[in-house]
């Protein structure tokens, strides 16, 4: 459709798939990579490499500083060597309040934008957010419940004299079922980061490498992932 | 009550007021000025002042760099010589979805507070926000309707897991109840500025000096504010 879409693209498979989404529905698509001061900076390479392949602009907006220290931020602080169905309650890698902030820094960015473009009062511009079900499930990040998404895209739509609007075509999706619609799209998906650990390889235990082996495997899509440690029996024996 | 309160204080006569209703509700109140890169920093200054003499915990978050330039933070663009009342649509003084962020920025500063903090997990923490009737009128800065701050409330409360619920008690005020209502709570008018234009005095004839000095007069309260031109007949002559 004419108008224009803006991707908060981690660099991970969920966000990726919804770049791929957004290409399919909008004219005009860039992307916008957030450093909140994670130490997991290598997914934000991979979104500029798939950028790259993609020809889609590419921008990081850096709201460091922000953002309280979590463990996604804190070296000092260990990442858990869990998978999401063992955590109940707050998640040990909630970073307090992230996506409102991410969905709040990119809509003020495209606001601006917005101003300096010549475009017509009722074209739409949109926000994509890859949020989906089970990062919601269990209110494990209640940042990425369809409640909260819900009222962000109401603060973004009113708040933005309703020039902008958030889609979250992912929200109700699980891992399994966007890499299947993913590989559909033929996203890359070696272009992709899940790991939260930082290292040169993704390392294959912490909760989003978990996600992201066990999404492969349920999708029944070949995963060409290198892990450090290769399977949950090996992770088991060598976490501390 | 039990619990705690944090004000957004910008240093102006709506969020100053809003500190002295927090510290009538709450046992802890504390303030966070958020710079923004304004240009009106000195109003940060009066925020301090404020806190010192009340008491009150301050701090000040950075979020500048995040915020595109706008007139109210480039130097090189000048403030309108205006009074609400002339602006139709797009307020030039709108800076793009800057409550969103500012909000967003104090939730997480907040949670993780939370986060250090022994607390029952039904204490109430709340985050107090200075929009008023005026500021939402013909949505000249849509980011300070109740459409606006309902969305985002929901977005707080559900965001941290309950945990943070934002109070705006000034929504539905004009500018002449606030100050009538902030002179019962003996608000020390002295220690606010209102001033976009970021000179030694008042300049008298920016929107919000003029929306000062109206209001003033209206709530019948004496303005002890030094204001650089004294009368809208003056600034009309100033005015190049």
């Not at 499930?137 to 603060?155: I, K, Q, R």
């Not at 235990?205 to 892990?227: K, L, Q, S």
Request: with cysteine.
């Amino acid at each position: 459709m004419a108008g224009k879409a803006f991707v908060l693209l981690s660099g991970g498979i969920d966000s990726t798939t919804c770049l791929y989404i957004a290409m399919l529905e909008f004219d005009e698509v860039e992307a916008i990579s957030i450093f909140y001061g994670q130490r997991h900076r290598k997914e934000i390479q991979y979104a500029q490499e798939t950028c790259q392949m993609l020809e889609v602009p590419h921008r990081t907006l850096d709201i460091s500083g922000v953002i309280p220290a979590t463990m996604l931020t804190d070296p000092a602080i260990a990442i858990p060597n869990l998978s999401y169905a063992d955590i109940t309650g707050v998640s040990p890698t909630y970073v307090p309040f992230r996506n409102g902030l991410l969905l709040s820094s990119a809509t003020s960015h495209v606001v601006g934008r917005r101003r300096e473009t010549a475009v017509h009062r009722h074209e739409e511009w949109a926000i994509y957010f890859g949020a989906h079900a089970e990062d919601a499930a269990g209110w494990a990040y209640p940042d990425c419940t369809f409640e909260f998404t819900g009222a962000m895209a109401n603060a973004i739509r009113i708040g933005t004299y309703d020039e902008i609007r958030l889609r979250v075509p992912l929200q109700f999706m699980t891992k399994e079922q966007i890499i299947r619609h993913g590989d559909d799209l033929n996203v890359d998906w070696t272009l992709t980061w899940s790991c939260y650990a930082g290292g040169d390889l993704h390392c294959g235990t912490c909760p989003t490498c978990r996600a992201r082996r066990d999404g492969f495997e349920a999708a029944n899509v070949v995963d060409h992932t290198e892990y450090a440690c290769d399977s949950a029996a090996e992770s088991l024996q060598r976490a501390p």
